[in-house]
């Protein structure tokens, strides 16, 4: 469409609201233009080379892909890793917002490096809301500079996403540490090559916690421990994945490992929740990546890809034929807005970091749908980019078929589509005081009526359907009033985002012009009460274990 990197600081300058403390264009600008230039030079090539290689698992440690350990030192060197850590800390204090814009260029290079990056600015975030004196003094300045890495630890073989069935223990040592004994699963960059130390941010239960959620507290275990001995974290092994191969993914094993406190005894999930938060930010602005990556390579080739015509004269570009217009054109929505939903996210999110309260609860509010919307959007595109380039989208040759196999994960990890669907309608919408903020939500992006309206009603009905019902509309929900903010957000774009305005105006409308009449499919589908029904018909008891 445009240069992403110019795209972007436009956007962010016209177009997203929210935060009062960004820098100004021009520095935006020029940081993005710098990220560009770094992902074009030093990150594109390495992708295929790290989903060729992938990682190995030699003597207990896992080796990375040729070349990306020192891809790493060039970013840590160059600032990238601390861009929203405070400048006490070495950091660039930089507004999330602009971390997100700065992810979107890196990850349309490469997904799969940019997932330590976002490791290491989830576990910042956390440490500066509930990390010790101590503890932010030691690892702030080492996460910034990227000497150090961090991970997020919570699923275990019997506890993915059910939270509340988690086995791992922690025993008080009585001078401030703890040990910790268990085994945790899927865990990105849970070992490798290329920082000194890594800092695992563990769920745990204490001796006589209840069950449940509640009984979970936070704590920090490093690999290695401050002289540089091992800690009791070894590696089981390394999964072999369908995408993402150049970052590895671990399951790890504790054995009695030193382990610090992180926040309040008994609330590790809501402690830990400023690192999921931004974890969940950091999926939507890889799906707006890949969104992004596999629309420009869809746009490139129609244009050079000569098909069809009149048979007396030269063939013309696949531009020219309906069907890949149509495609083109879905592409390019779901990718702006994808980018959209996470820049915008992000912004509240600053301001909610800053005061903010009903900035925050809107923040909360969008997130799932950016997550999911986003993730979405970025596995849909590569599967279009594959349909236009045809038999070239299949092979390796080109790129569309790893952007595929890289961002199926987007919508599964840091919670489910579903579940980010029932936090939604649940935890948000439905919740105390939730209606006041939908609506605040959606005065702000201002959707046309034919979207809001829907949305608000259905809030209403549901807030009065059966508890099973509403389960059922989660999903439908979460989809319907993403049609409302998508076409808010386009048309905010359309208006604001000269000299683009024309463009978005032009996607706004096609968005438009199909939106009502999926919002009227979804409105019906949280208004069904049959699933249960005809699930039972179509799998008889006996055919399924209990």
């Given at each position: ?20 403390a ?83 260029v890196f ?54 996403s ?62 290695r ?13 390394i ?24 926040g ?10 400023a ?76 301001a ?26 970025g ?48 935890r ?17 992006l ?43 957000l ?33 409105a ?23």
């Amino acid at each position: 469409m445009t240069d992403p990197a110019a795209t972007l600081a436009l956007l962010l300058d016209q177009v997203i609201d929210g935060a009062t403390a960004r820098p100004d264009a021009e520095t935006t600008a020029a940081i993005l233009e710098e990220a560009r230039s770094f992902a074009e030079a030093r990150l594109a090539p390495l992708a295929s080379v790290a989903d060729r290689e992938g990682c190995r698992l030699e003597d207990g440690r896992v080796r990375t892909a040729p070349g990306h350990a020192a891809a790493w030192a060039e970013f840590a060197g160059a600032g990238w890793a601390g861009l929203t850590a405070a400048e006490d800390a070495g950091g660039q204090g930089l507004p999330l917002a602009l971390a997100t814009a700065v992810q979107e260029v890196f990850d349309a290079a490469n997904p799969g490096f940019g997932m330590l990056a976002l490791n290491a600015r989830c576990a910042i975030r956390l440490l500066e809301r509930h990390g010790d004196p101590g503890m932010r003094e030691t690892w702030l300045p080492a996460l910034a500079a990227g000497r150090w890495g961090a991970t997020i630890c919570i699923s275990e073989a019997q506890a993915g996403s059910d939270v509340g069935r988690i086995r791992t223990r922690a025993v008080d040592q009585g001078d401030g540490t703890w040990r910790l004994s268990g085994e945790k699963c899927w865990i990105s960059y849970g070992h490798h090559d290329l920082v000194e130390r890594i800092g695992h941010f563990v769920l745990a239960r204490m001796p006589g916690a209840p069950a449940g959620t509640r009984g979970l507290s936070l704590f920090l275990v490093p690999d290695r421990l401050e002289g540089g001995g091992r800690n009791g974290v070894e590696v089981l092994r390394i999964e072999e994945k369908l995408g993402l191969h150049g970052s590895p993914t671990c399951s790890l094993a504790f054995e009695e490992a030193r382990a610090w406190p992180v926040g309040p005894a008994g609330r590790g999930l809501p402690t830990l929740f400023a690192m999921i938060q931004a974890m969940r930010l950091g999926v939507a602005a890889q799906g707006a990546a890949v969104a992004q990556a596999a629309a420009a390579l869809a746009e490139t080739y129609a244009r050079e890809r000569f098909q069809g015509g009149d048979p007396a004269l030269p063939p013309v570009p696949i531009t020219r034929h309906a069907e890949t217009r149509r495609l083109l054109l879905d592409m390019r929505v779901r990718a702006e807005g994808a980018r959209l939903l996470a820049l915008q996210a992000a912004s509240w999110l600053d301001a909610g970091d800053a005061g903010d309260a009903e900035a925050a609860a809107r923040a909360a509010m969008l997130l799932p749908l950016a997550k999911s919307l986003g993730a979405e959007a970025g596995f849909a595109n590569a599967d279009a980019a594959i349909q236009v380039l045809g038999g070239a989208g299949y092979v390796r040759e080109w790129p569309a078929e790893r952007l595929l196999r890289d961002s199926r994960v987007f919508s599964i990890y840091e919670g489910t589509t579903a579940i980010q669907a029932q936090d939604l309608l649940h935890r948000r919408v439905l919740a105390e005081g939730g209606l006041f903020v939908l609506r605040d939500l959606l005065a702000r992006l201002e959707p046309s009526a034919t979207l809001s309206s829907p949305v608000l009603e259905m809030a209403a009905a549901l807030a009065e359907a059966p508890a099973r019902r509403r389960e059922a509309a989660a999903l439908p929900f979460l989809r319907l009033l993403g049609l409302a903010c998508l076409d808010g957000l386009l048309h905010r774009a359309g208006r604001r985002a000269a000299p683009l305005a024309g463009r978005y105006q032009a996607l706004a409308g096609f968005h438009a012009a199909m939106a009502p009449e999926q919002a009227t499919l979804l409105a019906a589908q949280c208004r069904r009460d049959d699933l249960d029904a005809a699930f039972d018909l179509a799998f008889p008891e006996a055919e399924l274990p209990p």
